[in-house]
């Protein structure tokens, strides 16, 4: 069974960096696109930024020049890099991984940006 674990989630200040990190295991199969998502308080989930298998990456605009997303194939593991934290980056950050044309998610794991 496929399963996808974060990490990397915590409290920060305003302006401050953190990495996250997502693991894929259970299948011995190549991933496809893989992406970070979240969801804010009272907010609908947004895509934050995609990494193909290839090496493309896209970002949405309002995390352009701050966010780095990466991705380890031989580890399976994707990345994000996020520098500059601002408040209304607080939200449960997912990832997403297509293996096989199925989708699947990770548990989420809590990003608050606070002084």
């Known amino acids: 069974q496929v399963q996808l674990v974060e990490s990397g989630g915590g409290l920060v200040q305003p302006g401050g960096s953190l990495r996250l990190s997502c693991t894929a295991s259970g299948s011995s199969f190549s991933i496809g696109v893989m992406e970070w998502y979240r969801r804010g308080p009272g907010k609908q989930r947004e895509l934050v930024a995609t990494?193909?298998?290839?090496?493309?990456?896209n970002y949405a605009d309002s995390v352009k020049g701050r966010f780095t997303i990466s991705r380890d194939n031989f580890k399976k593991t994707v990345y994000l890099q996020m520098n500059s934290l601002k408040p209304e980056g607080t939200a449960v950050y997912y990832c997403?991984?297509?293996?096989?044309?199925?989708?699947?998610w990770g548990q989420g794991t809590q990003v608050t940006v606070s002084s």
């Open positions: 997403y991984a297509n293996i096989l044309y199925r989708g699947y």
């Open positions: 990494a193909f298998s290839g090496g493309t990456t």
